[in-house]
Nanobody, 115 residues
């Protein structure tokens, strides 16, 4: 089992920036995909950004050009740099790690963007 711990959430004004980090521990062998999802009140959890072990990335259309995902395989960490934040980015952000036959989640970190 992989344990994921997120950090870096908080309150920021619209137009501001935040950097989320996620550290994986435990059975981190062969973590393939890592990514960030978010869930706003009353909405379904959605993919924000993902990154493969080789560094291939994908982003939700709503965050393209504003968010950047990065990964350090040696340290088993994944980061999400969020720029030009909007009020609609307010949500709980969850770190995700995918291994063969296993999908792990962090506990979530709150991001609140005020107008």
């Amino acid at each position: 089992q992989v344990q994921l711990v997120e950090s870096g959430g908080g309150l920021v004004q619209a137009g501001g920036s935040l950097r989320l980090s996620c550290a994986a521990s435990g059975n981190t062998v062969a973590i393939n995909l890592m990514g960030w999802f978010r869930q706003a009140p009353g909405k379904q959890r959605e993919l924000v950004a993902g990154i493969s072990r080789s560094g291939v990335t994908n982003y939700a259309d709503s965050v393209k050009g504003r968010f950047t995902i990065s990964r350090d395989n040696a340290k088993n960490t994944v980061h999400l740099r969020m720029n030009s934040l909007k009020t609609e980015d307010t949500a709980v952000y969850y770190c995700n790690a995918v291994q063969v036959g296993r999908n792990s989640w962090g506990q979530g970190t709150q991001v609140t963007v005020s107008s």
